[in-house]
């Protein structure tokens, strides 16, 4: 199993450039099954919570720092997971934009 951290590492999406790219996933985000965006929400709210309960007990500058390293962390680590949910969709999803695209 790869691990892609990026859209542009994904070997079908390789000749697209990046707005196409991301038309493609919005695509292939689409076309997620019900429990599936379920599944993508509940680790989204595993990795948001707990840093933000740490940030409400923080106070001054270190607010800022622990925002910045918490957006830092929840793209690193939820972007990839994103990319393999919607691996599996990324074929139809690129019959369907060069569809729309003639």
Same mark, same amino acid.
């Not at 997620?32 to 933000?52: D, M």
């Not at 680590?77 to 969709?89: A, S, Y």
């Given at each position: 199993?790869? &691990? $892609? %951290?990026?859209? @542009? =590492?994904?070997?079908?999406? !390789?000749? $697209? @450039?990046?707005?196409?790219?991301?038309?493609?996933?919005?695509?292939? /985000?689409?076309?997620?099954?019900?429990?599936? =965006? +379920? #599944?993508? @929400?509940?680790?989204? #709210? !595993?990795? +948001? &919570?707990?840093?933000? #309960? %740490? *940030?409400? @007990?923080? /106070?001054?500058?270190?607010?800022?720092?622990? *925002? &910045? !390293?918490?957006?830092?962390? $929840? %793209?690193? %680590? +939820?972007?990839?997971?994103? #990319?393999?949910?919607?691996?599996k969709h990324l074929n139809s999803a690129i019959n369907q934009y060069k569809k729309s695209e003639?």
């Amino acid at each position: 199993m790869t &691990i $892609y %951290f990026s859209s @542009n =590492k994904i070997p079908e999406l !390789i000749p $697209y @450039n990046l707005h196409q790219r991301q038309a493609i996933l919005a695509l292939a /985000q689409a076309k997620l099954t019900a429990p599936e =965006k +379920l #599944l993508l @929400n509940i680790i989204k #709210l !595993i990795l +948001l &919570i707990p840093p933000f #309960l %740490f *940030i409400a @007990n923080l /106070q001054g500058m270190a607010i800022v720092g622990s *925002i &910045i !390293i918490v957006m830092l962390a $929840y %793209f690193t %680590f +939820l972007r990839p997971i994103m #990319l393999h949910v919607t691996l599996k969709h990324l074929n139809s999803a690129i019959n369907q934009y060069k569809k729309s695209e003639h």
